[in-house]
């Protein structure tokens, strides 16, 4: 077993690094939020040129063939730096959509174009309550003379107002719960009956709740309970390793503030009870990055498991939890401001939490899991 | 132990309920329910203590001969009880909860006549100024100086986490007035009696929810009157000492987290659990909520005790364990209220939350504000004493008895 990067993607991620380092510090990012732009265009070229956009597809469909450990390396870079490109809703959600739906036209065109970093594609389907599975899906897809139409409404899609096509989540058949009947449909961001309230996320991403009002739509896939959970697993591992890539740099950060601010005469660190809260943080993020890597191999092996993605969203969160709440509170007053990282960090991974299912959720689909999956 | 149930009480909770019910304003209620912090929107707080002062209920906490209301303990928690269902805003705490009360136990009768009045009806708004950059925890590090020069003392350095010191029209604080001895020593305390003296300066920082609440204070060669000067000089540190204990806890707030209890689980109601139903009827979610509403009615007995006079209240620790309790159940409730907003907590609507902005939220009011709330709340272990340095000043009492 070998849970390390390969030299391949080490270099992936030094590059990576490096252009973010450059363009992308704390004060660069947060003049970018201040700006009415809804994320970098500079990073989604500079993304798209080291071919991130093109990572999880395979050769056939224009991409390089890359795994989910490729996705997980670039993505723990995008959470140090606190990226709000659309990266994993457009690339691994959305495009893995497309993926899904080969042969249809419009589908293999506009992932493409996604590859080619020339599209923005939204995946839609949250609709309010976590909807941690593809079952929670109520939002109806009817089929009339000239094709389906999709009427409900989605919230908190990642990127949906600056995409111009939008992957949909819906049933055609059955009511919300019912495992069967499910869907993935295309609708184009620009149709009839379609409406957008935006806003940005406590993070700083580019959302919007989407009204759908009899808004035509092409089937992409039907009888994909499957596939819908096959990409909200690999959005969990994709979004999961952001989250992680915030924790080490909030673990990092208050190892060295602790070191330098002084109260009492002596570094805050050597109190001896801040040095544990440090050290549970540190115990904290090995848990996770231990948990997030090994769920990355099982999946680029073929064997990840309902189970093992319900671990990784319910302790990345906890974990996630243990980390931010003890970063804000040994930077003290500082801490608590909007102008220090650590706070961002914190809202990174705060809306991490509830994405496709809180810990709870996720807690209970492990525990009532006959015994706890082999590895 | 006396709790047998008071008719006469049942009247004055009538009477209070009537009040409440017809005083405030449309703002003032919004502003109550956009409350997102120990700090309510200013403008309508302050304009609600007016009108609560002209009915002569501004202050229950302060003796009678000051302009309190001489109620019973009983009567105050009925009172905060009718107060924290309608969701009012409370009353900022620094002039009522700290610097009044210190006034009338440390001020001269010149400072009392000119100061409690404007305290008292919401006129003024005092800032605490204390912290520095360098001194927090470690307060008595604090170096922002003050040099006597005639009437007058004149003042460099700076503050900052002044909270609301943007829309402060006076100012307490803690300057050096000596560096001889150890460090306790040469402090003194201050009263301002403005803040736009020439040489000061303001700038508001943002905080964790996007507000601007607290602020950073400079000071250079600011002449104050030596006349606000509380105590001796250079026995600051004792006068702080004093009002310390007002700041960790002389208020009633149980009744105000079991208005959060009620309206996580009102939330909780509307909420679909993925299990079918309601959140609220899970037993996963019941059994939490069931925790802190445990530990909450707890709290309040710990709170009643203290304020009857209880003789395990005169322990010295009493103030800081009131303090770490309170602070830490807060933020359990914050966290339930995220939970239940789930998703609805991600969005950040700054404009929405804003009061009389007119601006619809995305969702429901509840997660408007769940996430506000929660961000808020994590400065509650860290001001009046971060909990880390409270857990010290208990540990050090233990070894007494
Ligand atoms: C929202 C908010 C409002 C505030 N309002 C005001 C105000 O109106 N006026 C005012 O003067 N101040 C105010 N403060 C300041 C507040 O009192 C200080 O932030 C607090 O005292 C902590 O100081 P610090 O921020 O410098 O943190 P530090 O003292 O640097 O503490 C950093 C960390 O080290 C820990 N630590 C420090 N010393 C010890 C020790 N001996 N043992 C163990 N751990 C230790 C702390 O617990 C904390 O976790 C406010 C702060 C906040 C966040």
Redesign the pocket.
Known sequence: MDLTYTSEQQALRDSLSRYLDRTYTFDQRQELLRSDRPWSGDAWKHFTELGLTALPFDEEAGGIGGTMADIVAVGEILGEYLCVEPYVSCVVLAGQALRAATGSDPASRLLEAVIGGEAQVAFAHEEGAGTPAAAHVALTAREGAGGHRLTGRKELVLGAAQASAIVVTARLDGAARDPEGLALLLVDASAPGISFREYRTIDGRAAASVDLQDVPAQLLAQDATEVIEEIIANGIIALAAEAVGAMNALLRQTIEY?AT?Q??GVP?GS?Q??AHRMANMKMAYLNARATLLHTTALAEAGTVSAVDTAVLKAQVARFGRTIFESAI????????TDELPIGHYAKRILAFEPMFGDPDFHLRAVGAAAGVPAR | MNLDRDPALEAFRTEVAAFLDTAPTDAIREAGRRTT?AFAPFDQAMQWQRILNDKGWAAPGWPAEYGGTGWSLEQRYVFSEEYARRDLPPLLP?GLQMVGPLIIDKGTDEQKKRYLPGILSGADYW?????E?G?????ASLRCSAVRDGDDYVINGS???????HRANRMFMLVRTSTDGPKQAGITFLLLDRVDYPGMQIRPIV?LAGEE??CEVFFEDVRVPASGRVGEENDGWAISKHLLTYERGASVTAPRMRRHLEQIRAAARTVPSPYGGNLADDPVFQRDLGEVAADVISFECVEKLIHSGHPMAKDPATPSMNKVLGSEITQRLTVLRTRVAGVGAVPRQLEAIEVGSGVEPLGSEFELTAMPWYL?SR?TT????????QR?LVARTLGRR
């Not at chain 1, 509170?329 to 608590?336: N, V």
């Not at chain 2, 800032?127 to 912290?131: A, I």
């Not at chain 2, 503050?159 to 010191?165: G, H, Q, S, V």
Request: aromatic share 10%; net charge negative.
């Open positions: 602790a601010r109260q009492f805050i109190f009870v801040l509170q040994l930077h003290g007053g500082i801490g608590t | 912090s620094n800032t605490q100024g204390y912290s950059p001194s927090g925890s470690d307060l503050k900052i986490w002044t909270t609301l010191a905080n609440e607290q808020n400065a860290i001001y009046a004493g971060t909990n880390e340095v010290d």
